[in-house]
């Protein structure tokens, strides 16, 4: 009965245990590398999220003024401008954009940037980037006729928060 044992082939207990080990063991650094991944995934989406979102509102600011006739920027929160979109010469409330930085309720430190025309008011108001850092986005100079934006924006990771710095400038063409 004994000879019989030896001869029979199988796995010692010691053999199964050392492959188990080693099983988990590479489990574990499968399961660490796909969880990196997917944040890193997660990371880069929202990145390319609040950029395009920052991109399409300084391209839309930017067509906008170049059309604008008249600019205020009495504070670095809000920009208003008057654009004569149909050619009238006589500025009516459609016609007057306002650009405003307002605070995201119930998030301290977090603004957004909203956009509405005089006709509808404030209570109207688009909003186009909802992760801004800074309160005061726009500055401009009368002299050079030119209209610097940066936006800082919040992009949240695993590890807090990360800001990202976007800017943009305006030369405008037919202020006076």
Excluded: H, K
């Excluded at 063991?25 to 499968?30: P, R, Y």
């Excluded at 995934?41 to 999220?49: C, D, G, K, M």
């Excluded at 500025?91 to 025309?117: A, F, K, N, Q």
């Excluded at 006709?119 to 109207?124: E, I, L, R």
Aim: a negative charge.
């Amino acid at each position: 009965m004994t000879g019989r044992l030896r001869t029979e082939d199988g796995l010692t207990l010691v053999e199964l245990l050392v492959v188990m080990v080693m099983v988990g063991i590479i489990g574990a650094a499968t399961t660490s590398v796909l969880i990196s991944s997917q944040r890193t995934q997660q990371y880069s989406q929202q990145l390319r999220t609040v950029m395009d979102e920052s991109r399409v509102t300084f391209e839309r600011i930017r067509e906008e003024l170049r059309q604008a006739r008249q600019v205020e920027l009495d504070q670095p929160d809000e920009i208003r401008f008057w654009v004569d979109a149909n050619a009238d010469g006589l500025r009516s409330l459609d016609e007057v954009v306002t650009y405003d930085v307002v605070p995201v309720s119930g998030v301290p430190d977090r603004w957004e940037v909203v956009r509405y025309t005089a006709d509808v008011g404030a209570s109207g108001a688009r909003v186009l980037v909802r992760t801004l850092r800074n309160a005061d986005p726009f500055s401009y100079s009368p002299t050079t006729d030119v209209i610097d934006m940066t936006f800082d924006l919040d992009v949240t990771t695993n590890r807090g928060p990360d800001v990202w710095t976007t800017s943009a400038r305006v030369r405008l063409r037919n202020a006076p």
